[in-house]
């Protein structure tokens, strides 16, 4: 049992603290990965949650791993997001407060390749042609957005 079930076995739908890493990931063309959820049906970075003992930087290996099959490379640190804008409800009634690692990586090896317990999909985009439905909290949309304008 992973970390965030064990806590949420213990407290229920109550709001915790979440810490964890989402990355934006570029490829050769300068095309950003973004993948569709299966919790929300929305894109988003991949990335998540924080395992006990990890770093940002592991977090962000592992889950983009888990979640792509990509194994990433030269993790640039972007920012932090935290505060009360990034209050979340999921869509199972979980509440939490993230804080959460932004990085960047142009470098990884493997297959794209979707998980398929949490990504409909995976595809790379023109950062011009974006979908619509982008998941993360609005402040931090806005900074990627304008991050992925200046590329």
């Known amino acids: 049992m992973d970390y965030i079930s064990s806590l ?25 990965l973004l993948q569709l959820r299966s919790d929300n049906e929305s894109w988003g970075l991949p990335g998540g949650t924080m395992e006990l003992g990890e770093s940002f930087e592991e977090a962000a290996t592992r889950e983009v791993y888990e979640e792509t099959n990509l194994e990433i490379q030269n993790l640039k640190f972007i920012r932090n997001f935290s505060g009360k804008d990034y209050h979340m409800v999921y869509p199972n009634g979980d509440e939490a407060y993230t804080v959460t690692g932004l990085f960047e990586s142009e470098e990884y090896e493997g297959e794209l390749s979707a998980d398929i317990k949490e990504t409909q999909n995976l595809k790379f985009f023109d950062i011009d042609k974006l979908p619509q439905n982008i998941s993360p909290p609005v402040k931090m949309k806005e ?8 590329k």
């Open 143 to 150: 900074f990627i957005l304008n991050y992925l304008s200046q």
């Open 8 to 32: 949420r076995d213990k407290i229920g739908h109550a709001p915790v603290i979440l810490v964890g890493a989402l990355v934006l990931i570029f490829n050769k063309d300068k095309q950003v």
